[in-house]
């Protein structure tokens, strides 16, 4: 099973820029689909971002244009570099991993990360 460790996260002011990162050990990221999602306070969990095996991305309304999210299967790292950045961004993000299809639902995904928090100044 993979496990996964964010990292990243910090203040930043609006319109700035931060770069999480996810990194994993024990198996290679390659073998899933990877996402970002994040949770506000007094919030669910949302869809941020996803990466399908064959290299598909997939992003919140949002957040496109924005953000970006990617992969480095040599160092076994995912990434979502976050661009422009609005209060509305603060929340926790966590990297997220799955075999399965339905990429937009965090109940698809089977691991999870620690999460690493976001917080935007305006």
């Known amino acids: 099973q993979v496990q996964l460790v964010e990292s990243g996260g910090g203040l930043v002011q609006a319109g700035g820029s931060l770069r999480l990162s996810c990194a994993a050990s024990?198996?290679?990221?390659?073998?899933?689909?990877l996402a970002w999602f994040c949770q506000a306070p007094g919030k669910e969990r949302d869809f941020v971002a996803a990466m399908t095996q064959s290299g598909f991305v997939y992003y919140a309304d949002s957040v496109k244009g924005r953000f970006m999210i990617s992969a480095d299967n040599a160092k076994n790292i995912m990434y979502l570099q976050m661009n422009s950045l609005k209060p509305e961004d603060t929340a926790i993000y966590y990297c997220a991993a799955t075999t399965r299809s339905t990429l937009f639902s965090r109940q698809s995904y089977n691991y999870w990360g620690q999460g690493t928090e976001v917080t935007v100044s305006s």
């Open positions: 024990r198996r290679a990221i390659s073998d899933y689909t």
